[in-house]
């Protein structure tokens, strides 16, 4: 008898040791969450925008712990207390909400383009009338890929600087998107009009002659409703410019990569586009930060936020 009553208050003090809280869910990023490449905290866009997902699925966040789990620190798992954790219902509405993250990343993107070839103007009749020989719609689907740092110099710039005795100049640097057609397009670049009218976007192609680059008026309409704003707004600009600088357009058997615009992200001190390895680092993850708070789809593939996350899984 005596050896049951002292068993029992060990049994209580294991459940007690053992059971504070259980883990329901790991939650798997692109990249790490960590605030500090060796430290456990969260970076702060990570904690918060996991609360407000919470919030809006009537869940208290203090209710659930996120502890980074693995080395890269891309593994966060959520733990809710033994007693008074979430209902049922409440596990079901986040993972749903989580996995439409998962699940919109996935979506594909798709570009819309109508060609308006009589609007080209009337002092190229031969590029016009092959022009409008060409199919009026073009649907293209296209993947986004990284960013890339570009800077614009001219000869002024290069004659000023070796007048100075030396090829060092500075420049302001735009951040781009790059992106890849799936297939090619039957172009060779895409541009933005020199002066502004009625169209943003210009498709180029030889027409008149080989090698004539001849520029066709088109309008451009995205399937993704936030990246159509973000180009309607004129957040964003699309072009091939920057491809076209390395790859000239008597080379190309078709239109691959183009860009996004997103802005300027500072000046750097180079030559002839040429800059040192930490400052091209540096400006490297500004661009990335300031495409990817634009929002959507950028901040799917670039940036820190809530959707960098790759996959969720529930137990």
């Known amino acids: 008898m005596t050896t049951r009553i002292l ?6 003090t294991t459940l007690l040791l053992g059971g504070c809280d259980s883990d329901f869910a ?8 960590r605030k500090a490449p060796f ?6 866009v990570y904690r918060e925008q996991l609360e407000a997902l919470m919030q809006a699925q009537g869940i208290d966040p203090t209710r659930i712990t996120p502890r980074i789990k693995n080395s890269l ?3 966060l798992v959520l733990s809710e207390p033994i007693f008074g954790g979430l209902e049922p219902a409440q596990k079901t ?4 909400a989580l996995k439409a993250i998962v699940d919109a990343r996935q979506a594909p993107l798709d570009m819309h383009l109508t060609l308006h070839p009589d609007d080209m103007p009337p002092s190229l009749p031969r590029a016009r009338e092959k022009a409008l020989e060409l199919p009026r719609e073009y649907d293209a689907h296209f993947t986004l890929d990284a960013v890339s740092l570009s800077v614009a110099f001219g000869m002024t710039d290069l004659v000023n600087a070796a007048l100075k005795g030396s090829l060092n100049m500075q420049s302001e640097v735009m951040c781009n998107v790059t992106a890849q057609f799936e297939p090619a397009l039957p172009f060779i670049g895409m541009k933005v009009p020199e002066e502004e009218g009625p169209y943003r976007t210009l498709m180029v192609k030889d027409l008149a002659s080989a ?4 520029e066709i008026p088109v309008e451009v309409r995205f399937a993704d ?3 159509q704003a973000l180009v309607s707004q004129q957040k964003v600009q699309v072009t091939s410019a920057i491809t076209d600088r390395s790859t000239p357009f008597r080379n190309k058997r078709g239109l691959k990569q183009f860009e996004f615009i997103i802005g300027p992200v500072g000046t750097v001190n180079h030559e002839n586009a040429k800059v040192d390895f930490y400052s091209h680092t540096d400006l490297a993850v500004k661009c990335e930060h300031l495409a990817g708070a634009l929002g959507r789809p950028f901040s799917y593939k670039l940036g820190d936020s809530l959707d960098r996350l790759a996959s969720v899984v529930f137990y």
């Open 73 to 75: 620190g891309t593994e």
């Open 211 to 214: 090698y004539s680059y001849d």
């Open 7 to 12: 068993a029992l208050p060990l049994l209580a």
């Open 26 to 33: 790991t939650l798997t990023f692109e990249r790490s969450v």
């Open 225 to 227: 409703p936030d990246l």
């Open 93 to 96: 509405a986040l993972q749903a």
């Open 39 to 44: 430290g456990d905290e969260l970076l702060p």
